[in-house]
């Protein structure tokens, strides 16, 4: 569960007939929960659903629960927590690299770990690559990792059409790069939009009536460097006027890594256009949405209690570990810092925090 008292989402399936918004009893912020109809969809089913309706019941032990959660421990003995789990599930962005500049260490401590037997998977929010493309971003950085062993949230959204049964017939639009592009096409959806509607613009006159495409039936939103108003606009056309269009969000990041020399603003800027605009909230794919959970742990037969995600931030990698039921390793060498960790107005912590992955290689020559 999210161990937050500001903001509370209901870890449920993604397989949606519709989304309500509810308030909860000790907070004013939305709380988005999704019913699915696991027949629909073999990968997801309600239980979440119901232990989420269970634990919330009461908010005063809401409050109970997290108040009195335990703060997180530095990682000290590294070899107990990789003996204690069968797979590692790596977020990429502030965890193996930064930019396009890897972090040290990391290609020794993955080695380390296919050693021991260890699967890896790589999960990433970031839609602007295909799984293809991402393993030749791998490459590059002299990694070894095999497309199938790679899940961004690109290749989430083409996954999440096909468990819902979205008519072939009906199109995607699509606010983002060419990653949600390519997966869409391999996944035989037809869509428009995409980096081309970059370069339209919008001729204000009196009487001017944008036109839009009635077969759109769902619109994705992602990390998009060519957002303009264009696509601001159409997307909410589409999701107001289009019945049943479903809007959904690759990530609600607040912030991404394009170069190790700062933050930039991430997908959650261009998603939050597009709420304002329609006055709807999206369904989201990437982390902290346990979809991508749901689907890792269906498609390679993991039991969630033998994975550790691996994150460096609290409100999707370390939410998403939680949501799914996994042991959490927050490391610093991405977005959140030790204060930030440490604050008191910080309510997500992880099971454990260390510096770097790496840190895996110098506590077990230590433990020794």
């Known amino acids: 569960m999210l161990r937050s008292s500001s903001t509370i989402v209901a870890a449920t399936s993604v397989g949606v007939c519709h989304t309500q918004r509810l308030l909860c009893s000790h907070n004013t912020l939305p709380i988005n929960y999704r019913f699915s109809h696991s027949s629909r969809n073999p990968l997801l089913s309600n239980s979440a659903f119901v232990k989420w309706k269970r ?23 590294a070899d107990e927590l990789i003996d204690s789990v069968e797979t590692f599930i790596f977020d990429c962005d502030g965890v193996i690299w930064k ?14 770990l296919r050693a021991k037997g260890k699967r890896l998977v790589f999960v990433t929010n970031n839609s602007t690559k295909s799984r293809k493309q991402y393993g030749k971003k791998f490459e590059t950085l002299g990694l070894t990792v095999n497309a199938e062993e790679i899940f961004a949230s690109s290749f989430a959204v083409a996954a999440y059409l096909k468990s819902i049964d979205f008519p072939k017939d009906k199109k995607v639009y699509v606010i983002g790069e060419d990653g949600i592009l390519k997966e869409l096409e391999l996944a035989g959806y037809q869509y428009v939009g995409g980096p081309e509607d970059g370069g339209k613009k ?37 999701i107001r006027e289009n019945p049943g269009c479903l809007f959904i969000a690759t990530n609600r990041d607040a912030v991404t890594h ?42 390679f037969g993991i039991s969630k209690s033998q994975i550790c995600m691996v994150g460096d931030r609290l409100d999707t990698d370390i939410l998403f570990g939680q949501n799914g039921g996994c042991k959490t390793l927050l490391v610093l060498s991405g977005v959140t810092t030790l204060p930030v960790l440490q604050s008191p107005n910080n309510t997500i912590q992880p099971d454990f925090y260390t510096n770097k992955i790496s840190d895996f290689l110098s506590l077990k020559a230590a433990a020794v």
């Not at 619109?219 to 909410?236: A, C, P, S, W």
């Not at 261009?270 to 902290?288: C, I, N």
Request: proline share 4%; aromatic share 10%.
């Open 55 to 77: 634990n919330i019941g009461s908010s005063n032990n809401n409050r109970f629960r997290m108040a009195t959660q335990a703060l997180a421990q530095p990682l000290q003995n």
């Open 99 to 112: 930019g396009d500049s890897l972090i040290e260490g990391v290609p020794e401590t993955l080695d380390m």
């Open 258 to 299: 394009l170069t190790d020399a700062q933050e930039w603003a991430g997908g959650g800027s261009m998603v939050g256009a597009l709420v304002g605009s329609t006055q709807r909230e999206p369904l989201v794919v990437g982390k902290p949405s346990t979809f991508m959970m749901d689907y890792l742990a269906n498609e």
């Open 202 to 238: 919008i001729e204000l006159k009196p009487g001017f009536l944008m036109e839009h495409d009635d077969d759109v039936g769902a619109v994705v939103v992602g990390f998009d460097r060519y957002f303009n108003y264009y696509k601001v606009q159409y997307g909410t056309l589409c």
